[in-house]
C-alpha cells in the first residue's frame, strides 16, 4: 500500500482535512476535562423531601376532609342489640304541609239547609288553641255522612271559614251528592242539579265577588277553600239521582265525578278536587266491589283516566287526588298484637296503589285518606293502644308520602277516640301523638330498620342542621337505643353520641342540633300513653339532654 510521503511529512500521518461545509471535531486534546458535579447543600436536600412530605400530607388531609364532610350527614341509629341503621341526611324530601288533617262537623245550633237538622260540633277556645298549636293542615267539613244526610246552608259554609282563619289552615268541603232529601233546593232532582249546587259552594267560598255574597250574606268572611272531595262514601250510598232508587256502582259514581268536577272547576280552575272517597280500600285486587262485581278503586281511575285521555283539550285535571277511608278493624279491641302490627299493611297497599294511579292517569296524583281511625264502632281498644296504633300509623303514612290524613274526628263523637273528649273538651291521647308530630321537621329522611318492638322514624329541616326521630315502643318493656355520627376526624363531629331510653307503651321525639353544644346539642318530647285503667291524659314531658344522672330512669328519655 503506497503512503502520502508529501512535504507535510514530519514523521507522523497527516490531518485529513473535513469536507467543504463540514465542521471540524475536535480531537481530544482540545476536549474540556470533566469535573465531578457539585454536591447539593443539605439544606436544600431538607427542603425537598420535606414539599414531598407536604403534598402527600395535603392530599391525605384533602381526601380526609371530603370523607368527614360527608360522614356529617350521616348518623347511625340502633336500637337495643338490633343492627345499626344508617340515617343519610344528604337524602330527604318534604313533606306535605297539608299532610295532617281532622274531620270537623257543623257547629252546634246551626241549621242545615233542608232545615231538618242541627250542627252538634262544640268548636270551643281550647280546641280552636290546640288545633293551631299542632299546626293543624286542613279541616274536612262536614265530616262523615253528615254531608250526605243533610245539605250544608251558606251559614254553616260561614261556620266553616270563620274555622279556617281561626286554625290558619285550608280546608276540605266534601260536595253532596246522594239524591234529592226532604227540603231540597229546588229542582235539584238530577246529577246536573246535584253538580250546580256544588259549583255554587266553590263560587261562594271563593269567589269574594261570588253572586251568593249579598243581602245578609253580603260581608260575610273570606277564605278560599283549595281542596273538594266529591261525596262521601259512595259505595254505601243507596240514594243516587235515579228512578227507581239504587246503590251506586263504580260507572254510575264516574260519571257523577266528571259532571262535579267540571262544573266546580268552572268557578275556579285552581281548585283540587278528590275521589272516589271510598268507604274501605283494602289494596288493588282486593276491594270493595260494586254490585256488579266490579273493583270501585280501579274502575274508578280506569275511568277517570279514559275521559281525561278522551277530552286532552281540558286545561285541567279533573281528578287532584285519591281519595278514601281506611278503619282496620271493625272490633279492635280483640287481639292488640295485630292492632299493633296493621299499619305495616300501608307498606304493601300503597305502592301498588300508585303503579295503578300513574297506570291509569297518566300522572302522579297524591293519595288522601281522608277518615281515619282504629275502628269505625264502640269496639275500641284502650286508649293507650289506640294511641300508639295512631304514633305507628302516622309515622308509616309519612314514610309512604301519602299527602293527606284526615283523623276523624275532632270532637263530639264520642267513639272511636277523637282528639278531644267529653263536655269539657278534653285533650285525648291521640291529640298528644298529633302533638308529638307537630315536633317533627319538614323533611322526610328514609330509614331502614326494623319495627318491632320499636318504630323509629326520621325528619329534618329544610338547612339540615336539625334532625328529630320518633321512637314508638309498642312492648311493655323499656328499650335502649343510641345515636352516634358514623365517622369522626379526630373525634370532632358536628353531631353528638347520644344514649336514649324509651320507656314501655311510650312514645319520643329526640331533636338533633349539628354543632350543638353544652345544653343545646339535643332535646326531647315524651310521652307515657295511659295504662288501660287510667282515664286521665299526661302532658308531654319535656327534657333537655344530658342532664340525666340515673340511667335506669326509663321515664326520662336522654
Given at each position: ?293 266490579k273493583a270501585w278503586m280501579e274502575g274508578f281511575l280506569q275511568g277517570v283516566g279514559a275521559y281525561q285521555k278522551a277530552h286532552p283539550e281540558l286545561p285541567y285535571h279533573l281528578l287532584d287526588g285519591v281519595s278514601f277511608h281506611r278503619y282496620q278493624f271493625t272490633n279492635a279491641s280483640d287481639q292488640p298484637g295485630l292492632l299493633m302490627s296493621s299499619p305495616n299493611e300501608w307498606n304493601y297497599n300503597l305502592p301498588a296503589l300508585r303503579q295503578e294511579i300513574k297506570s291509569d292517569l297518566g300522572y302522579d296524583a297524591p293519595i288522601a285518606i281522608t277518615e281515619i281511625n282504629t275502628n269505625p264502632t264502640n269496639q275500641v281498644p284502650t286508649r293507650g293502644q289506640a294511641a300508639l296504633w295512631f304514633a305507628d300509623t302516622l309515622g308509616t303514612l309519612m314514610n309512604q308520602q301519602v299527602g293527606y ?154
Open positions: 500500500m503506497a503512503f502520502n510521503h508529501g512535504a507535510a511529512r514530519n514523521g507522523s500521518i497527516a490531518q485529513m482535512q473535513p469536507p467543504p461545509g463540514q465542521l471540524s471535531q475536535p480531537g481530544w486534546q482540545d476536549l474540556p476535562l470533566q469535573q465531578a458535579p457539585a454536591k447539593r447543600p443539605p439544606r436544600r436536600r431538607f427542603i425537598a423531601i420535606a414539599s414531598l412530605v407536604l403534598l402527600v400530607l395535603l392530599i391525605f388531609a384533602a381526601l380526609r376532609f371530603s370523607m368527614v364532610a360527608t360522614s356529617n350527614d350521616l348518623i347511625q341509629v340502633r336500637i337495643g342489640d338490633q343492627q345499626a341503621a344508617t340515617l343519610d341526611l344528604r337524602q330527604s324530601m318534604p313533606i306535605n304541609p297539608y299532610f295532617m288533617g281532622t274531620n270537623v262537623f257543623p257547629l252546634a245550633n246551626t241549621n242545615s239547609f233542608d232545615a231538618v237538622s242541627q250542627g252538634f260540633m262544640h268548636f270551643t277556645p281550647l280546641v280552636q288553641g290546640d288545633l293551631n298549636n299542632i299546626n293543624i293542615g286542613f279541616l274536612r267539613y262536614p265530616g262523615g255522612d253528615w254531608g250526605e244526610q243533610h245539605i250544608l246552608s251558606l251559614s254553616q259554609l260561614r261556620d266553616l271559614t270563620n274555622m279556617l282563619i281561626a286554625t290558619h289552615s285550608q280546608g276540605m268541603i266534601q260536595v253532596h251528592i246522594s239524591g234529592p232529601i226532604n227540603g231540597q233546593p229546588q229542582g235539584m232532582t238530577s246529577i246536573d242539579a246535584g253538580a250546580n249546587l256544588a259549583a255554587s259552594w266553590v263560587n261562594y267560598m271563593n269567589n269574594p265577588k261570588s253572586f251568593m255574597r249579598v243581602g245578609a250574606n253580603a260581608h260575610d268572611p273570606f277564605h278560599p277553600v283549595q281542596f273538594w272531595a266529591v261525596g262521601n262514601e259512595p259505595d254505601r250510598l243507596t240514594e243516587p239521582y235515579t228512578a227507581p232508587k239504587k246503590v251506586y256502582t263504580v260507572n254510575d259514581y264516574v260519571q257523577t265525578f266528571i259532571q262535579y268536577s267540571k262544573l266546580m272547576h268552572q268557578n275556579d280552575p285552581t281548585i283540587k278536587v278528590f275521589g272516589p272517597e271510598l268507604s274501605q280500600f283494602y289494596g288493588i285486587g282486593a276491594g270493595p266491589f260494586d254490585a256488579n262485581g290524613v284526615g283523623f276523624f274526628s275532632t270532637t263530639d263523637i264520642p267513639t272511636p277516640y277523637p282528639l278531644f273528649a267529653g263536655q269539657g273538651q278534653q285533650e285525648t291521647p291521640m291529640y298528644r301523638v298529633m302533638q308529638l308530630f307537630s315536633h317533627m321537621q319538614h323533611n322526610l329522611v328514609p330509614l331502614s330498620i326494623a319495627h318491632e318492638p320499636v318504630s323509629v322514624y326520621a325528619t329534618q329541616d329544610n338547612a339540615r342542621q336539625t334532625v328529630s326521630l320518633m321512637f314508638v315502643n309498642k312492648s311493655n318493656t323499656a328499650q335502649n337505643a343510641q345515636v352516634d355520627p358514623v365517622d369522626q376526624f379526630l373525634t370532632i363531629s358536628p353531631w353528638h353520641h347520644l344514649d336514649i331510653s324509651v320507656a314501655a307503651d311510650s312514645i319520643v321525639v329526640i331533636t338533633l342540633h349539628r354543632n350543638g353544644s353544652g345544653d343545646g346539642y339535643a332535646d326531647a318530647y315524651s310521652y307515657q300513653v295511659p295504662a288501660s285503667t287510667d282515664p286521665s291524659t299526661q302532658q308531654l314531658l319535656y327534657t333537655i339532654c344530658g342532664h340525666k344522672q340515673d340511667a335506669l330512669a326509663n321515664g326520662i328519655p336522654c
